[in-house]
């Protein structure tokens, strides 16, 4: 299965590419770790602890819209070219994002500066975890730092707000897919945040993000991506939108939708945090 791993800096990398890669000056790496509150951990102390040599911290929660009462969302673009001007990334550079569970959160950001026009970026695949498992050098060192003007054009195509989303959902003409575990989809399960209600958008299909990964938290490949895509009846001729509870899971699905060549797709930023919130919205039940 590995043999068939094709490195693409614009998507996905494997820890071996990054290692062979950690010398190249034009290389930023970041550690996106974020985890639900109910993990009882801390990304940035664990940062501080121990990271991938010359990665800086990517904080998920501050580099958003803090204006939104909804959890990181994407921040104005004003905002992340000074947040990425100060970390030192810049125009030419080739980012490789990471997180600390294996594929969860570093797909998020990957999507962010999709999102922001910069395309010479990827996730590692298998994350910290794998990097560690392997016997890979950490350290606990800053990095240095130097500013880089950032050009952003930012790509409006690529998110949805509730309106879009709603109307697609009445429409039908997108394929939307949702990330959540099948007992959120299906109603079954009560929401992490409290005073959301149970369910799913109508006309979306489930695709659990982990449904998309290896157990050791690397991505399936393409032709079993494309499958399970299909097996949960998204109809991939159309429009993708992708939603979960709060954004980041969601951007993993977008990660493999890339990954399998589709590039019509989009991110519902709000997702489920926003949608479970509105009593006026109509909601689903049961398997889709």
């Known amino acids: 299965m590995a043999s068939k791993f ?115 970026v990827a996730v590692l695949d298998g994350g910290l975890p794998k990097w560690k498992a392997e016997g890979r050098k950490t350290t606990d060192a800053e990095p240095i730092i130097r500013d880089r003007h950032m050009i952003v054009d ?17 429409l039908d003409d997108h394929a939307i897919i949702d990330a959540r575990a099948p007992e959120r989809f299906r109603g079954e399960a009560p929401e992490p945040r409290e005073g959301l209600r149970s369910g799913h958008i109508p006309n979306a299909r489930n695709v659990f993000y982990k449904s998309l990964l290896n157990a050791d938290g690397t991505m ?16 991939l001729s159309k429009p993708a939108i992708t939603t979960c509870g709060s954004g980041v899971t969601a951007a993993v699905l977008s990660l493999a939708l890339e990954r399998i060549g589709k590039t019509d797709h989009s991110l519902y930023d709000g997702s489920w945090s926003e949608w479970g919130m509105y009593a006026d919205l109509p909601i689903a039940t049961g398997e889709a």
């Open 6 to 120: 094709q490195d693409d800096p614009k998507t996905l990398v494997s820890t071996q590419w990054l290692e062979d890669n950690l010398k190249d000056p034009d290389l930023r790496i970041l550690d996106a770790s974020w985890y639900l509150p109910t993990q009882n951990r801390d990304p940035k102390a664990e940062y501080d602890a121990e990271h991938i040599p010359g990665a800086r911290f990517f904080d998920i929660d501050e580099i958003s819209d803090l204006r939104s009462d909804l959890p990181h969302m994407v921040p104005p673009v004003e905002k992340f070219m000074s947040r990425m001007r100060a970390m030192g990334i810049g125009d030419g550079h080739q980012v490789v994002v990471y997180d600390g569970s294996g594929l969860f959160s570093a797909a998020r950001v990957w999507w962010l500066f999709r999102l922001m026009g910069q395309t010479k």
């Open 154 to 170: 930012r790509q409006n195509h690529m998110v949805k707000d509730v309106t879009q989303v709603a109307r697609a959902s009445k």
């Open 220 to 235: 399936k490949p393409v032709e079993e991506l494309r499958t399970i895509f299909e097996a949960a009846g998204v109809d």
